[in-house]
């Protein structure tokens, strides 16, 4: 017996493998295709023995109800959590690092797993047992910490960006967000503040910079002001919730709020502290950059404000009518103001609605309703932060720098969109 009076409302099964059904049973599955009553095609895999017979008379109404996944147990509980299969946000990695794909998340956390990775040696296989903290130099009571001391002290919790120096590409139009400024992650940090080990051990007076050492393959070393340290500085153990991952540094790294990503060096096994800054390769070869003049600047640890567009973005289709302008911007400096958005190419700039809480030396993220009525536009954005300071076009800045990139670029980023609807960066 056929219903609605037509061939294609029938379904069809495909088997697909003999397994044993997780709830009980040897049942074999099956995946069972059929067409709703709205003319969509549906699949749902399901054990064989609840599979209607396959002949021309099982009804529509018995296929739809094979394919309702209420009518399916559904998988068991499992040690570690993942994301949906029809979900697919991955970094692009490269030898030394791997990028946040920026336009896919929602909000301002970066899951552990998306966050960037940048290392000078690999990542090294740090026992949590073995793990020791040595501070010494400059200090009244030199002290070696074990990573369960580390958790003895008062911790604290803290959301902030991490940035490496080196975030910006550009150069060809098919770049996403990921490829232009992928470097930056926002985490949840727990931790002793770095504050209580120096009072712990007796910073001297004189003490005026710290040298802090990696456990990895590269033993990455920076020297930072200690002021810096009596700041807000922290030795983090943990990250959203979890332990570090050994990408960030596991067991413990240090974290440096609001500053260039390498000066939080990971996998911490020692600080010394000094009257004089130790002048090491990552500070003299590396990280430092030209300024107009023939000039090198040395030590630019903050990270200056900046914003982008996360959508529309590359490689979005954009579709004619209201579109919600998304984005996210950030400063090592305090607290982003204001964002403004452009969509007439920088002619005009107004003010994007920030979305709370608005945290210190963190993402926030940003939105703007407009209208697109299929003409050719460009659309940017520019962040300010709290100390006035107004993300640079790229003209500005490589007038500035004599330069076309490197180590602090932030320019602001445009996104062109031909009447096509086609968005590409514009470069």
Known sequence: MKEEGSEHNLFTARKISRRKWLLGGAATAAVVMVQTSLGKMVQAAVPESIVPPLTDSTSVKEALIVADPTKVPGRTPSVSGMPSP???????PTLTSSRTPLQDLYGTITPSALHFERHH???PDIDPAKYELVIHGMVDKPLVFSLADLKRFPSVTKTCFIECSGNYRSGK????PQEICGLTSQSEWTGVMLSTLFREVGVRDKASWFLAEGGDASVMTR???VSKGWDDAMIAYAQNGEAVRPEQGYPARLLLPGWEGNTSVKWLRRIELSDAPFMTREETSKYTESVKGGMIRQFSFVM????IITFPSFPTQLERGWVEIRGIAWTGRGKIIRVEVSVDDGRSWVNAELQGPVLDKAHTAFRYLWKWEGKETEIMSRAIDETGYVQPSYQELAAARESKGG???NPVVRWRIPRSGKVVLST
């Open 173 to 176: 139009e098919e770049m996403s």
């Open 121 to 123: 040696g690999g990542i």
């Open 223 to 225: 020297s930072i002001p």
């Open 407 to 409: 180590y602090h670029f």
């Open 86 to 92: 029809y979900e697919k946000v991955e970094r692009l």
């Open 304 to 307: 200056d404000a900046r914003s």
